[in-house]
């Protein structure tokens, strides 16, 4: 007697090629979400009846909030917890995701859990942790993406996880991002259009996607314009990290008259040190920042900067990991935003 393996069951890409809907739209249909189009519903229920898919019932407690929940995690290189927790919590841009995230989970009865980790050992603690608490999708922060190997762990353990921001290292875990590159283009365009002609960057770290890239691009973007060289001082995406860069600029180049900063906390620190200076802004230098956080307004004068839609992308992230907490065949994803050039007074 022949036996023949069973087939494959069906899955959420099934119903959704059988409805012709997206595998979102299954996605919130099966985990009863409330703004589902009646007749989209209708649509996807005869498609699940068809296929004879059924839930998976794990992910979808998870969602409904039977059992289970949702984790923030915070990723950062060891160091001291009062250091760590002023330099995330202090930073603008943390709530801005944090904004996001919550403004996407509470509308389906889902409160993230929050979780810092600071150090390797609690890296090799936090899936069993993550178990611990029924936790079984992540959202995570990573400071330092280029040295975090979480990424790859928590895919490897099969956790369902999205990334704000690209990996550094390679992982198939889902992340947002900004195009960085494409936001510091817009700086320089804007410095250019002014007539600045002694341009100068403060730089992200050396270490992240999102230093590496802001100054790639506005490089390359100073170079089309015909500027062979801009000069460059690292920062740390701190306040003090931007006075300490923007004194070794003055250094380097006094009669800078236009200056691109990798984030508004950065810019921040760099205007205290121009005023000290006795530099004018904008009419001795133009000063353009990236975020357009909350820092942008309270300076003084009120920062030119690049916006990058921070709760949008937290939005993104916690849809992508309710996603494949609902469907964890789900290929990994990447959504990519587009930044715009905010004008204030500072250029």
Do not use: W
Request: with cysteine; aromatic share 4%; net charge negative.
């Amino acid at each position: 007697m022949t036996t023949h393996p069973p087939s494959a069951p069906p899955t959420l890409e099934d119903v959704a090629r059988v409805a012709g809907v997206s595998r979102a739209t299954v996605s919130r249909v099966v985990n009863s979400v409330r703004n589902v189009d009646p007749k989209l519903r209708e649509t996807v229920e005869r498609a699940i009846a068809a296929t004879g898919y059924v839930p998976n019932r794990a992910a979808r407690s998870l969602v409904t909030r039977r059992t289970g929940g949702v984790a923030l995690v915070v990723s950062e290189p060891e160091r001291h917890v009062e250091a760590f927790t002023g330099g995330v919590f202090g930073d603008p841009f943390f709530g801005r995701v944090v904004e996001g995230v919550v403004a996407h989970l509470r509308p389906q009865g889902l409160h993230p859990l929050l979780m810092l980790v600071d150090s390797d050992e609690e890296r090799e603690k936090l899936v069993p942790k993550l178990r611990q608490e029924q936790v079984s999708g992540v959202l995570l922060i990573s400071l330092h993406p280029a040295e975090d190997p979480l990424p790859r762990m928590l895919t490897d353990a099969g956790v369902p996880t999205a990334l704000f921001a690209r990996p550094g290292r390679p992982a198939p875990v889902s992340y947002v991002d900004v195009a960085h590159q494409d936001g510091a283009r817009l700086a320089a365009d804007r410095l250019v259009s002014r007539g600045c002609h002694r341009v100068a960057t403060i730089a992200g770290p050396a270490g992240t996607p999102a230093g590496q890239d802001r100054l790639a691009g506005f490089r390359d973007a100073m170079a089309r314009h015909g500027h062979a060289y801009v000069a460059v001082a690292e920062g740390d995406f701190t306040e003090h990290g931007g006075e300490r860069a923007m004194e070794r600029l003055l250094a380097e180049e006094p009669a800078l008259d236009g200056l691109f900063v990798a984030n508004d906390l950065m810019a921040y620190g760099a205007l205290t040190v121009l005023r000290e200076a006795g530099r004018r802004v904008p009419d001795d230098v133009a000063v353009i920042g990236f975020d357009d956080s909350r820092v942008a307004l309270s300076c003084r004068p009120r920062l030119t900067t690049v916006r990058q839609p921070v709760e949008e992308m937290g939005a993104a992230m916690a849809r992508m990991v309710l996603d494949r907490m609902a469907d964890p065949a789900r290929r990994a994803e990447s959504v990519i935003f587009d930044p715009e050039l905010v004008v204030r007074d500072s250029a």
